[in-house]
């Protein structure tokens, strides 16, 4: 029993699967992935991923907007407060702050991630967080418009173990992706060895960040079987103890 907490299904690499998004999940729920969240960057892809997400009982959808996608993005809070309505959407995101890639639209990147998470406490849905490189900002904005009032996630998680204690204080869980699995890796997976085991959750974020052993391969959503045996390793427990607590994990944030 696995869940891939963060994938853009509508945006994999379907030639292993003969260009079918049904086979690429079955071959998930295969290797005991049950549950999908299809994961929204813009307003140009909310119809796809709500699509999805309503074709597969086992697909659950979000809304918002990148970071490294605000241009003309400009959406305002009654627009993520009302697309949170539909039954399959259980989060608002991802959103959050880039500044790695997209420091020249830093402005914009504050404002819309306030909006965002402005609708969430609104809407009273969790936030999907992606954050690089702005670990004081992102913070500020969460404590400022008090989303300690739904939590949510810092999704593919890469920053220090003291931001993830201090979004966990904020009723955060931290996820993590293929990236654990990398050679480079070794401060994150300190970071996985030492947090609160019901804050943890595991993810693709499909189809980037490929785990080892299938670098160089396009990423799916069953590849989060390896991010979770990575995470049992290095916390020296059972793939299963992994399996069952992140999936309890997303059923207590996502699902409730």
Do not use: W
């Amino acid at each position: 029993m696995l869940v891939d907490s963060h994938c853009h299904l509508d945006r994999l690499d379907l030639s292993p699967f003969d260009g079918s998004l049904d086979a690429a999940l079955q071959a998930a729920r295969e290797v005991g992935v049950n549950q999908f969240l299809c994961v929204a960057i813009n307003v140009d892809n909310q119809a796809d991923v709500l699509n999805i997400a309503s074709q597969h009982e086992d697909v659950y959808a979000s809304v918002g907007i990148h970071p490294l996608y605000t241009k003309g993005q400009q959406v305002d809070k009654t627009y993520l407060v009302e697309q949170a309505q539909h039954e399959k959407i259980v989060a608002i995101g991802e959103t959050g702050l880039d500044y790695y890639y997209a420091q020249e639209s830093k402005e914009e990147q504050l404002a819309l991630f306030e909006t965002h998470v402005i609708a969430a406490v609104e809407s009273q849905k969790p936030l999907i967080i992606h954050t690089r490189d702005a670990r004081e900002d992102t913070l500020k904005i969460l404590a400022d418009n008090q989303a300690d009032k739904v939590g949510g996630v810092l999704h593919c998680f890469t920053e220090s173990l003291e931001m993830a204690l201090a979004a966990i204080e904020m009723g955060f869980y931290i996820s993590f992706s293929g990236i654990v699995t990398f050679r480079n890796a070794a401060e994150l997976r300190e970071v996985a060895k030492v947090l609160p085991s019901d804050k943890i959750l595991v993810e693709t974020d499909s189809p980037y960040l490929t785990p080892v052993p299938f670098r160089g391969k396009p990423n799916s959503p069953r590849h989060v079987l390896d991010v979770a045996k990575c995470i049992a390793e290095i916390r020296d427990v059972s793939l299963q103890t992994i399996a069952q607590q992140t999936t309890d994990n997303f059923a207590q944030l996502f699902l409730k």
